[in-house]
C-alpha cells in the first residue's frame, strides 16, 4: 500500500475512532493528572512529561459518552494539535491501519456539521471516524487554555 496513510486506531465505549499516525507522538499507560485552574471544562488537567507540560482532553465528554473510571491499566495518546502536545484517555488502543486516502469517506459526504471528524473509514465489522485534533478546541477554549498554562508556569 504504496500511497495509504497510517492511523492508530482507538474505542471509546464500542465506537472506533483515528488519528493519523503523524501526529501521534507516544502510547503511555495512565499517570496522575494535575488540575489546571481556569482551563476549559474539557481539559482535565495537565501532566508532566520529561519536563514538558502537557494538557489532558476529556474526550468522553467532548462526544458525550458516559464517565469512566480511570484505572491504571488504562492508556492515554499524546499527540501533535495546534502546535502544541496534548493527550487524552482511550479504553483502548486497537492498533495500526494503512488506508488509501482515496477511499476516505469525507465528512461533507456523510454530514458537513460534524464537528471533530475529518473523514470515516469503513471496514468489514464497522465505521473508524478519523479525528481532528486541530478542530478540537474552539478557538476561546484554545485561548483559556493557553492563558490558564501561562498562568501556571508562572506558579
Given amino acids: 500500500m504504496g500511497n495509504s496513510i ?13 488519528l493519523s499516525l503523524s501526529r501521534v507522538e507516544k502510547v503511555i499507560r495512565s499517570v ?20 514538558r507540560i502537557v494538557p489532558v482532553f476529556n474526550v468522553r465528554k467532548r462526544f458525550r ?27 483502548r488502543v486497537e492498533g495500526i491501519i494503512e488506508w488509501p486516502p482515496d477511499r476516505i469517506i469525507p465528512k461533507r459526504d456523510i454530514h458537513p456539521e460534524m464537528e471533530y471528524v475529518e473523514g470515516v473509514i469503513k471496514l468489514e ?18 485561548t483559556e487554555l493557553d492563558s490558564a498554562l501561562k498562568k501556571a508556569e508562572k506558579e
Avoid at 496522575?32 to 519536563?51: H, R, Y
Fill in 65 to 91: 459518552l458516559p464517565e469512566k473510571e480511570i484505572g491504571p491499566e488504562d492508556h492515554m495518546i499524546v499527540a501533535k494539535a495546534f502546535s502544541r502536545m496534548v493527550s487524552f484517555w482511550v479504553d
Fill in 6 to 18: 497510517k492511523f492508530m486506531v482507538f474505542s471509546l465505549e464500542d465506537q472506533k475512532y483515528a
Fill in 125 to 142: 465489522n464497522g465505521m473508524v471516524f478519523i479525528h481532528d485534533l486541530d478542530r478540537f478546541l474552539s478557538p476561546q477554549e484554545k
Fill in 32 to 51: 496522575e493528572i494535575t488540575a489546571l485552574p481556569k482551563a476549559p471544562e474539557i481539559v482535565s488537567g495537565v501532566i508532566d512529561m520529561q519536563g
